[in-house]
């Protein structure tokens, strides 16, 4: 090493600056492969079938349930969060926007990640990649990141469509406590379909075939959205049995036993919070007896309150992000990429 | 070893590399002098990408060390990785984007400030002879294309060592040689020390200044390709041919043979035998005969030769594979 001298030093001076990223804020390559993402998606053919889909679903569920307000608002007395009542309110034909959205907004998670890691993999780009100084999770984060930010771009733009169409039908601009939970709503939507992303993600460094994790996925989504309400009254007969005349605990005890075996779906988490987050009448999310409501003032919750109720909700689709980010991030650093 | 004048930037020390029961890479010592070119030779399945992995900190060792322009792989993967170009196996490229912006995207992992990573470019895809194809997406590109655009993206990061893995790959014969000789003038021109893995020796072989030879896992001999055979001549026992005229008693002459000091074992070919003895044999063998009356009228000592290398070595490693 002695005899190596003085040329050696300076270029490990030069590669130690190299591993340091250039803003300091990110971690090393996490920038360059999240503005590539945030390029691919945004200018890709997916972007736009996604938007056109979920923006058309959107705008005719608002358009529908605007209408059925319009006939109603004014005659319910205090008219109070009428605004809100748009994202919320099922029309006559059409489902309501949220319940569009628990049900579409898989989708988007899906479609973002599906291919992420295992097309880089069979177009041969995964070994340059990593081949670069840059850590090995610079890929997963990057990719990851640029998910979540067009999942949000996505999402604002849509909120923006749909409550303009909202205003322009109902006629009644939102309080600020109601732009305030709008807001909230975006950010839980956010977290939401980031929680399919992390998922599909997964799949995505699981399964060698781009097609193979979007079947996964799509199993996935379809299991949650569809078939997961049915078992789980299946199971919560099968656990707590309701005899033909029920008692008071029996009952409470079967409901309660169906609501923790739902709020496994990441799909219900979303439902509940939305509701809660959108309605400020919705005061409680479980079971509640007629003693405990005897003399409550049945007056809406203060924005704090709402977020205090759905704080479970949100911090139970966390950690599911959490749990498969993790997941996929072990199996990643540990594969051996060949070409 | 005979090269103390050159420093050595490349090494690796017992390396190996075993999964569950299979040995791929078995105690691997081996040492690439700065700026030369070096052929990492064997019949596919010998190791080869397993040790350049390694190399790259792509893939942890079992046991043993290397050690890559003075840092070690494990502990120091992206000091090693911002100083060694590496063009995969198939490599790969982003099909919706274009060539040139596949290589802005290597530039900005490799944080290469725009303004430089333009210059370079540019140089770059003129000197691999793409700067009319530049523009166009990747996804279009020919096989040659991708290869020679797969120099440019390992090249941009300016690194000190390039590990090329099967480069020759699916190129026809004008491709290959048009690729060899943009390695050999990169190597003349930047001092680059150049790794370059082939199953198919006699394809690389004008441009390597020294192989090594792996197979499973093992290296058989290193050095210029010249000297290659006498080393395998050196390591193993010496075959001798000899073949006598229809006069001679086939039974008489094989005692005869194998009476002879130092004979391991005998083969009859077609119409020789062949001795397989400790040293040459040929003196001997000779006298003895000619004392009993049975003259040898074909003699041969079997060389290692490059065919010899070839059918000896990365046949017996090819077939099992099928």
Known sequence: MAEEGKDNGRRTREDAARTRSPGGLWPVGVRPVLHKELGDHLTGLRFGILLLLVGVASLASVYSSGQALREVAFQAEGARNVFLALFTASGKQLPSFVSFLAFLGPLLGIALGFDS????????????????????????????????????????????????LGLIMVGVPPSLEEVLRLIIFVLVTVLYVGFWLAL???????????????????????????????????AADALAPLPSAPTMAESVRHEEVLTSLDRLSPVTLYSESTTALLN?????????LPQQVERALASPLALEQSLLLVWPQIVGLIAGVVVFFAVGYVLFMREEVRA | MGREAEQSV?????????????VAVDGLDLSVDEGEVFGFLGPNGAGKTTTILMLLGLTEPTTGSAEVAGHDPVREPLAVKSVVGYLPENVGFYPDLTGRQNLSFTARLNGIPRRVAEERMDALLRQVGLENAADRAAGKYSRGMRQRLGIADALIKEPSILILDEPTIGLDPDGIREFLEL?????????????????????????????????????????PVETLGRQLDAGS???????????????????????LQGVQDLTRETDYWLVRSDGDLRREAVSALWGRGMVPVHLRLRHYGLNEIYVHYFREGVEPRG
């Open chain 1, 117 to 164: 890691l295992n097309s880089e993999r069979s177009q041969g780009t995964l070994s340059r990649l990593i081949s670069q100084p840059i850590h090995r999770d610079a890929v997963l984060d990057g990719k990851f990141l640029a998910g979540l930010a067009t999942i949000a771009l996505m999402l604002i733009v849509l909120i923006l469509l749909v409550a303009g």
């Open chain 1, 200 to 234: 599909t993600q997964l799949f995505s460094v699981i399964f060698r075939q781009s097609s193979t994790s979007a079947l996964a996925s799509i199993a996935v989504w379809l299991f949650f959205t569809i078939f997961a309400g049915l078992l789980v009254g299946l």
């Open chain 1, 280 to 288: 400020p009448n919705v005061r409680s999310l479980g079971v509640l």
């Open chain 2, 10 to 22: 490349v090494s690796t020390r017992g390396l190996t590399k075993r999964y569950r029961e299979v």
């Open chain 2, 183 to 223: 390695i050999r003038g990169l190597s003349r021109d930047r001092g680059i020390t150049v790794i370059l893995s082939s199953h198919l020796l006699h394809q690389v072989q004008e441009i390597c200044d020294r192989v090594g030879i792996l197979v499973r896992g093992k290296l058989m001999a290193v050095g």
């Open chain 2, 237 to 259: 026992d010496s075959k001798m041919e000899i073949g006598f005229g229809p006069e001679v008693n086939a039974e008489e002459a094989e005692q005869a043979l194998r009476g």
